[in-house]
C-alpha cells in the first residue's frame, strides 16, 4: 500500500496507525528534507536525540537498570560478601524484601547501585551487561529485556536515518549499561550514546592499560542535565527530541528553542493490556509537567494505545 | 602519477614524502580494510582519534587557546574590569609582561582562562569563538590561526575517512573552542570532539532555556585523562591514534592494548625552519617519555621535516 502523504512507496512507519500523530511526524521529516522549502535542514544538523527508559523500551515495574540488573547483580555477588547478610539495603535485596527496600530510600538505592557498578574494568563491565542482557527475562512477559523494544520506535529510528539524521541516545541510565547492546538493537553506535556515568580512571595493571570503574557519580544525565549533556557529547541543539517522562522536558524545551524548525514528541503510556497505562502520578517515569506543556505548545504527544497498531517486535511473530 | 602500494589511481597522501614513515599508516589502512585479511577491522570499529594542538596544527609559542586567545579576551574585556590594571595576572596580560605573567604560574593561567571562558552563554562563547578565529593573526606567520593547520594531516583525515573511518579530535582543549570551526576546517563534527570542558548549567531566562558556563573544571582531557575522555564520549577503543605529546601517550597506549591491529603515531617537530623543532624539553607539547616509548615498541614516528613536503596548505599557492 502507498503512503502517498509521505511520498514513500512503501509505508516507513507500518506499525504507526494513520492519524495526526504519525502525520506531523512524517510532515516534519518531508519539510526538513525538502530542498525547495523554507524549513530545510542540511543533513549534519539532522539530529536527533532519544530517550531511552520508557521511550524506546518499556520501564516497568522498574527501570530495567536500576531494578532488575542490579538486583541481579546483587544476588551474584552475595556469597562474597557475608556480610550483607546483616546489612540494609543489602539484605532487602538478597530477601525480596520490597518494603524495606523501599525503606531504604535514594540512599539505599545509590548503595547497591555502586557496589554493582563499580569495582572492576571499564571491559569487565562491560562483560557483565552482556551476559545479563542476553539471558535476564522480565517477570511479566517472559522475554529477554531487549525484547521489549518499542517496534514504532525502531521504525522511527530507521525511518530517521533513512532521511539522514543522527540518532542519539540520551537516557538517565548509564553509558556502561546501555553501549554494549543499543548497536545491535537500536541501530545506535556507543559513540552516539549520551547517558549518566561513573567516574573512571585510568590505570596501568602488570604493564598493560586498564580503565577502572569508581564508585562515584560523575554525571547525571538527567531533567536539567539533558541539555547539559546533548551539549557536552554532542554539541548540537538537535532538531528532534523524543522523551516520555518530565525527566525529558528540558530536553525537550532545549529542542524548540532552536532558530529552525523542530519536532518535539512525547510518548504517553495509556495501553494498561499490551504494556502499562501511567503518567501524573507514577513512581518512574512520571509525565505530569511535561504533558501539561506539550499540551499547551502544541507538541506531538504519542498515545500509544491509539497511534501504535503493535508495541512489541515479538507480536510481528504471533 | 599511481601509488601502486597504496592500490589507488591517486595517491591519497600526496604531501607525504615516500619512505616507511608513509608506508606503515598505508599498510595499515591496506590491511584492516581487507576482508581476505586476518587483521580485517568492520567499519563501525574504524575509530581513529586525533590530538590537536601539534598534531593538527601548529602550537608555538603557546597553545592558540590558551595563549593568543584569551590574552586576547583579556584585553578586550579589560574595560569592564578596571580592577584588572591593578590585580594580577591580569594586570600583566594588558601591559604584555611576560615575565609577571610567567610568574603567576599555573594558578595564574587557570583565572584568567576562567575569566575568558565563564559567565556567558554556550551560544555566546561559540560567537567570541567564531569572531576571534576569523580575524586573529599568529604574530610569526601573519595568518589566521585555521591557516597553521597541517596539510599532510588534512589529507591523513580525508584518506581514514575514505577508507571508512570515524575520525575524531581527542584534545587537551575545550570543546567549546574548537566545535565551533572544526567542522570546517578538517571536516570533523561537532560531536566528534573530545575535549576538556568546564561546567555547565541549563537555565531558564525570560522563558527562553539557556546554557551558562560555570568557572569551574568538569573535565581534563589530558594525559591518563584522554583513555577517559576516550571511553566516556567514544565508547569504543580507537584502532589509531595520533600525538605529539607526552600528553598523547596514555592514548597510544590504550590504543595499542587493544586486541586486533592498531596503529599508533607520533608527530615529531623537526622543522625549525618551516615550522618549529622542539622536543624532549619544550615548555609546552613535550615529548619525551613518549619519544621513548614510541622507539622501543616501534610506532610510527613522523620527522616533519623529512616526512612532509609542505607544512601548511598556503604553502600550495605560493
Redesign the interface.
Known amino acids: 500500500m502507498q503512503n502517498k502523504s509521505a511520498g514513500w512507496n512503501v509505508d516507513p512507519l507500518p506499525s504507526w496507525n494513520d492519524g495526526t500523530t504519525k502525520q506531523s511526524i512524517v510532515s516534519f521529516v518531508k519539510k526538513i528534507t525538502d530542498k525547495s522549502h523554507a524549513g530545510y535542514v542540511p543533513r549534519?544538523e539532522r539530529?536527533a536525540t532519544f530517550d531511552n527508559d520508557g521511550t524506546l523500551w518499556s520501564e516497568q515495574p522498574f527501570y530495567f537498570q536500576f531494578g532488575p540488573f542490579v538486583m541481579d547483580r546483587i544476588k551474584a555477588l552475595a556469597p562474597k560478601h557475608p556480610e550483607w547478610k546483616t546489612t540494609q539495603p543489602f539484605k532487602a535485596v538478597i530477601e525480596d524484601d520490597r518494603q524495606a527496600l523501599a525503606a531504604s530510600g535514594k540512599k539505599g538505592l545509590e548503595e547497591i547501585v555502586m557496589a554493582t557498578h563499580a569495582g572492576m574494568t571499564?571491559a569487565e563491565f562491560e562483560q557483565i551487561v552482556k551476559d545479563w542482557i542476553a539471558t535476564a527475562k522480565h517477570p511479566r512477559f517472559k522475554r529477554l529485556y531487549t525484547d521489549m523494544v518499542f517496534q514504532p520506535m525502531l521504525e522511527l529510528l530507521a525511518y530517521l536515518r533513512a532521511n539522514g539524521f543522527?540518532t542519539?541516545i540520551v537516557s538517565g541510565g548509564s553509558?556502561g549499561f546501555m553501549?554494549p547492546w543499543v548497536?545491535g538493537v537500536y541501530g545506535i553506535?556507543?559513540?552516539?550514546?549520551v547517558g549518566s556515568?561513573i567516574k573512571?580512571?585510568?590505570e596501568m595493571c602488570n604493564g598493560?592499560?586498564v580503565?577502572v570503574r569508581l564508585p562515584e557519580l560523575?554525571f547525571f544525565n538527567d531533567k536539567?542535565?539533558k541539555?547539559?549533556g546533548i551539549?557536552?557529547?554532542?554539541?548540537?541543539r538537535p532538531i528532534a527530541a523524543f522523551g516520555n517522562s518530565d525527566g525529558d522536558l528540558?530536553m525537550l524545551?532545549?529542542t524548540a528553542?532552536g532558530d529552525g524548525p523542530s519536532l518535539m514528541v512525547y510518548i504517553h503510556h495509556t495501553d494498561g493490556e499490551r504494556e502499562w497505562a501511567y503518567d501524573r502520578k507514577s513512581h518512574i517515569g512520571r509525565l505530569d509537567k511535561g504533558l501539561d506543556e506539550a499540551n499547551a505548545k502544541g507538541w506531538t504527544v504519542v498515545d500509544m494505545k491509539k497511534d501504535w497498531k503493535i508495541i512489541y517486535p515479538f507480536e510481528l511473530k504471533k
Open positions: 549534519e539530529i571499564t543522527k542519539f553509558i553501549r548497536e553506535p556507543p559513540e552516539q550514546v556515568s573512571i580512571k585510568f598493560k592499560p580503565l560523575d536539567a542535565g541539555p547539559v551539549h557536552k557529547f554532542i554539541g548540537r528540558q524545551q532545549w528553542a
